[in-house]
């Protein structure tokens, strides 16, 4: 999936069968290393893949308090939930080290079909290889693929995935808001299908950063969606675990209307599209290139991003305030980005900024700002196609606001209603 930085792929071998810790333990002796393993692509076989979760990768920070990247993991187990939006015959995870300093040991990993809390459904666990084995080291800045394995999965399937980190790893790359829960364990119980030992939970996603899958009615065709954006692309704002983010309910909107689609939500709490911050993400126009062009399969990607560059220079962004960001200069970055999508074939739709009245980014100067670039993006012709997001969720008596229904309490990221609006809007024909 992955071609910036230090990537590696995986070759597409038989993800093993083994569901007891002695199996485990024996696959995890026999390491490779993410060298090794580049040696082979499983598409390179036939097999078409093309990704059906992701999350974008970020590099290790606490804005809102402590989380588990700071200090990273040793001789603990992470298990994992997420949600996939089409379905296939085989699978296979992307694991990423893109912001370590030092190499990653991933000592062994498992995925299987998710139960309550912490657990997994019996009979479930696979063991994941890594070029044939067990354990694999990713070096500072690499991504890879696990093998492909024989797991059939069906589209809005949650699975668990769970590794096993033998050793001290240092501050871990991870995707700060998942809108979900992650679990913890002390020692290696990456085979348990009860979730007793996972006594530690968060709310981040570690070092897994995408779900492929092939053999699926549509793994072969160019048409996989990527939304690309900040916290309201990302889901804040969204009921915990309900995956009723927008990109949520576009995928299950597609798939109603008879034209199921690979959904890949690339949004990052707080990013902004041409300023780096200390804890949201690299910039937008730096990091498109990572997430965005080198998913396999993807022709449209929906762009939806620039409320944290007008807003990010007043004293209430988490972190500090980052450098002014004039409209002109918010525009050149989305001409930025489109130059960079189409030079891959890539359609782009461009939305409308959501209203921010009554939040703390609301501020006359702001507004105008949001409004004047509303503007350009409706008009302009700069993209493919538009959807208007604005007035999708805004109050009709006070348009500069989210209408309360919408509202998920702090005038500036909807609610679940409010992303389902949002998704409503998006012409399906346009994607």
């Given at each position: 999936?992955?071609?910036?930085?230090?990537?590696?792929?995986?070759?597409?071998?038989?993800?093993?069968?083994?569901?007891?810790?002695?199996?485990?333990?024996?696959?995890?002796?026999?390491?490779?290393?993410?060298?090794?393993?580049a040696?082979?692509?499983?598409?390179?076989?036939?097999?078409?893949?093309?990704?059906?979760?992701?999350?974008?990768?970020?590099?290790?920070?606490?804005?809102?308090?402590?989380?588990?990247?700071?200090?990273?993991?040793?001789?603990?187990?992470?298990?994992?939930?997420?949600?996939?939006?089409?379905?296939?015959?085989?699978?296979?995870?992307?694991?990423?080290?893109?912001?370590?300093?030092?190499?990653?040991?991933?000592?062994?990993?498992?995925?299987?079909?998710?139960?309550?809390?912490?657990?997994?459904?019996?009979?479930?666990?696979?063991?994941?290889?890594?070029?044939?084995?067990?354990?694999?080291?990713?070096?500072?800045?690499?991504?890879?693929?696990?093998?492909?394995?024989?797991?059939?999965?069906?589209?809005?399937?949650?699975?668990t995935?769970?590794?096993?980190?033998?050793?001290?790893t240092?501050?871990?790359?991870?995707?700060?808001?998942?809108?979900?829960?992650?679990?913890?364990?002390?020692?290696?119980?990456?085979?348990?299908?009860?979730?007793?030992?996972?006594?530690?939970?968060?709310?981040?996603?570690?070092?897994?950063?995408?779900?492929e899958?092939?053999?699926?009615?549509?793994?072969?065709?160019?048409?996989?969606?990527?939304?690309?954006?900040?916290?309201?692309?990302?889901?804040?704002?969204?009921?915990?675990?309900?995956?009723?983010?927008?990109?949520?309910?576009?995928?299950?909107?597609?798939?109603?209307?008879?034209?199921?689609?690979?959904?890949?939500?690339?949004?990052?709490?707080?990013?902004?599209?041409?300023?780096?911050?200390?804890?949201a993400?690299?910039?937008?126009?730096?990091?498109?290139?990572?997430?965005?062009?080198?998913?396999?399969?993807?022709?449209?990607?929906?762009?939806?991003?620039?409320?944290?560059?007008?807003?990010?220079?007043?004293?209430?962004?988490?972190?500090?305030?980052?450098?002014?960001?004039?409209?002109?200069?918010?525009?050149?970055?989305h001409?930025?980005?489109?130059?960079?999508?189409?030079?891959?074939?890539?359609?782009?739709?461009?939305?409308?900024?959501?209203?921010i009245?009554?939040?703390?980014?609301?501020?006359?100067?702001?507004?105008?700002?949001?409004?004047?670039?509303?503007?350009?993006?409706?008009?302009?012709?700069?993209?493919?196609?538009?959807?208007?997001?604005?007035?999708?969720?805004?109050?009709?008596?006070?348009?500069?606001?989210?209408?309360?229904?919408?509202?998920?309490?702090d005038?500036?990221?909807?609610?679940?209603?409010?992303?389902?609006?949002?998704?409503?809007?998006?012409?399906?024909?346009?994607?």
């Amino acid at each position: 999936m992955k071609t910036t930085g230090t990537t590696f792929r995986r070759a597409g071998t038989a993800l093993l069968a083994a569901t007891t810790l002695t199996a485990l333990s024996a696959l995890s002796a026999l390491p490779a290393t993410a060298a090794t393993a580049a040696t082979a692509d499983p598409s390179r076989g036939g097999a078409a893949w093309h990704g059906t979760w992701a999350a974008s990768p970020q590099a290790a920070a606490a804005p809102f308090g402590p989380n588990w990247s700071e200090r990273g993991f040793d001789n603990q187990t992470v298990r994992q939930t997420v949600r996939v939006t089409t379905g296939g015959t085989r699978a296979r995870i992307e694991l990423t080290n893109r912001y370590g300093s030092t190499p990653l040991r991933i000592t062994g990993a498992t995925v299987a079909r998710t139960a309550e809390g912490g657990a997994v459904r019996p009979g479930s666990v696979r063991a994941l290889t890594f070029d044939g084995r067990g354990s694999v080291t990713i070096p500072a800045g690499g991504t890879l693929l696990s093998d492909g394995a024989p797991f059939r999965t069906s589209a809005f399937e949650t699975l668990t995935v769970t590794l096993y980190l033998a050793g001290p790893t240092g501050p871990a790359t991870f995707h700060f808001f998942s809108g979900t829960t992650s679990y913890r364990a002390a020692g290696d119980h990456r085979a348990d299908v009860a979730g007793t030992a996972f006594t530690e939970t968060d709310s981040s996603w570690y070092y897994l950063s995408g779900v492929e899958v092939s053999g699926g009615a549509h793994t072969a065709r160019r048409d996989s969606i990527v939304t690309f954006g900040d916290s309201i692309t990302d889901g804040v704002g969204a009921t915990p675990g309900a995956d009723d983010r927008y990109p949520d309910e576009l995928a299950e909107r597609l798939a109603a209307a008879g034209s199921p689609r690979a959904v890949l939500n690339h949004g990052i709490g707080g990013n902004q599209v041409v300023n780096d911050t200390t804890w949201a993400g690299e910039k937008g126009i730096a990091r498109f290139k990572k997430d965005v062009l080198t998913e396999r399969g993807v022709g449209t990607v929906v762009l939806l991003e620039g409320i944290n560059d007008i807003g990010g220079s007043g004293p209430s962004f988490p972190g500090g305030p980052t450098p002014e960001v004039s409209v002109n200069r918010l525009i050149e970055g989305h001409r930025t980005l489109i130059r960079q999508a189409h030079a891959r074939g890539i359609k782009v739709i461009g939305a409308t900024l959501t209203p921010i009245k009554g939040s703390f980014y609301f501020t006359p100067e702001n507004e105008a700002k949001r409004e004047a670039f509303n503007a350009w993006v409706r008009t302009s012709g700069a993209y493919d196609g538009v959807v208007d997001f604005d007035r999708a969720v805004a109050d009709p008596a006070d348009p500069d606001r989210i209408l309360p229904a919408y509202d998920s309490g702090d005038h500036l990221h909807p609610g679940d209603a409010g992303y389902r609006a949002m998704a409503a809007a998006l012409d399906l024909d346009e994607l």
